[in-house]
């Protein structure tokens, strides 16, 4: 099962505003709204940070945003703090019930 | 908010079947609402959607790992677990255990994880 395509790293001072992509295809994120996204800190548990394409839950900052053109969904980041350095997954509900990440992007604030 | 907990060995043999338990506290894995899905994280790497099973027992598999995997649930424990024959280095991860929202189709609780090594 193919996972989702995403940058490998990405970086951004403090401050700054930065772009996560994940690409896929018509079977997963051009064919359903249910793109969504997760931080990681190293040696911790994936946390929900966005879904639905664009919902954020309860609780986290409104820094965080998502959206979705065709096949690319992307998280934005703006005001980047050093906090947000961490791992950043996406995911998606592909075709037939199953579900897929992607290959995970590092964030570095510098 | 529910929490999540896995249990199990931190060691298996190749060939071997590695079994892995979530116990879910304060909620019940009966509901409707929800799938509970085990996801794992190989070291360095990124995240593997393992499979999802529903409170009736009806499941979903990744693909490439079907033929191994096995999802037992247990309601009246409230827990439910992930058996993968066969096994080998390739499967060495920290192993998840998530809420999976049946309407929104993203993982909203995780458990800590539990790091299993295949390994004689």
């Known amino acids: 099962q193919s996972a989702l395509t995403q940058p490998a790293s990405v970086s951004g001072s403090p401050g700054q505003s930065i772009t996560i992509s994940c690409t896929g295809t018509?079977?997963?994120?051009?064919?359903?709204?249910?793109v969504s996204w997760y931080q990681q800190y190293p040696g911790k548990a994936p946390k929900l940070i966005i879904y639905e394409v664009t919902n954020r839950p309860s609780g986290v900052s409104n820094r965080f945003s998502g959206s979705k053109s065709g096949s690319t969904a992307s998280l934005t980041i703006s005001g980047l703090q050093a906090e947000d350095e961490a791992d950043y997954y996406c995911?998606?509900?592909?075709?037939?019930?199953?579900?897929?990440f992607g290959g995970g992007t590092k964030l570095t604030v510098l | 908010q529910p929490q999540l907990q896995e249990s199990g060995p931190g060691l298996v043999k190749p060939s071997e079947t590695l079994s892995v338990t979530c116990n879910v506290s304060g909620g019940s894995i009966s509901t409707s609402d929800y799938y509970w899905g085990w996801i794992r994280q190989a070291p360095g790497k990124g995240l593997e959607w393992i499979g999802t099973?529903?409170?009736?027992?009806?499941?979903y598999y990744n693909p490439s790992l079907k033929s191994r995997v096995t999802l037992p649930v247990d309601t009246p424990k409230n827990q439910f677990s992930l058996k993968m024959t066969s096994v080998t280095a390739a499967d060495t991860a920290v192993y998840y255990c998530?809420?999976?929202?049946?309407?929104?189709?993203?993982?909203?609780?995780w458990g800590q994880g539990i790091p299993v090594t295949v390994s004689s």
């Open positions: 995911s998606s509900y592909r075709r037939s019930s199953t579900w897929v």
């Open positions: 099973i529903y409170y009736s027992g009806r499941t």
């Open positions: 998530a809420r999976h929202k049946v309407y929104s189709n993203d993982f909203d609780y």
């Open positions: 018509s079977s997963d994120v051009s064919g359903y709204n249910y």
